[in-house]
């Protein structure tokens, strides 16, 4: 189970975005949730939720002008260890290196992105980062 240090409510946070993007925003989150590794401390502030490793982001979720962007640092953390896994499941996706830009939850393929959520504990993660500052990865 993760901690919380909520500076507002996951609820006040969706009732302060668009009512178009509260549902999607709900789902993608209540999926990322669900599959975080204990060890990771939420954070919910006015324009974002996250969940990190100490000081180190893992995972975060904003709401953009014209969109949504979910943040998947293990994608570049990780580089091309899940990169392959969520390209088969969506072909095409839109964003970066680590981030996921969509409108509606259903463009994302939400079980891959819970496995790959799922697949580094704390230690792991911050580990990879540090080995990545030494020598970055190539993407």
Not at 54 to 77: D, F, H, R, T
Not at 98 to 113: D, M
Request: aromatic share 10%.
């Amino acid at each position: 189970m993760s901690t919380s240090t909520d500076s507002i409510s996951f609820d006040d946070f969706i009732a302060m975005l668009p009512p178009e993007r509260q549902e999607p925003v709900r789902q993608v989150w209540e999926a990322v949730r669900a599959a975080m590794p204990a060890g990771y401390t939420e954070q919910i502030g006015p324009k974002f939720l996250q969940y990190s490793a100490g000081k180190e982001s893992y995972v975060a979720l904003a709401s953009q002008k014209n969109y949504i962007s979910l943040y998947l640092m293990p994608l570049y953390v990780f580089a091309g260890r899940h990169r392959e896994k969520l390209e088969a499941a969506t072909p095409r996706p839109k964003g970066g290196k680590s981030c996921l830009n969509f409108k509606r939850a259903e463009e994302l393929p939400l079980s891959v992105i819970q496995d790959i959520v799922r697949a580094h504990l704390p230690a792991e993660y911050l580990a990879q980062l540090e080995a990545n500052r030494t020598t970055p990865p190539s993407c």
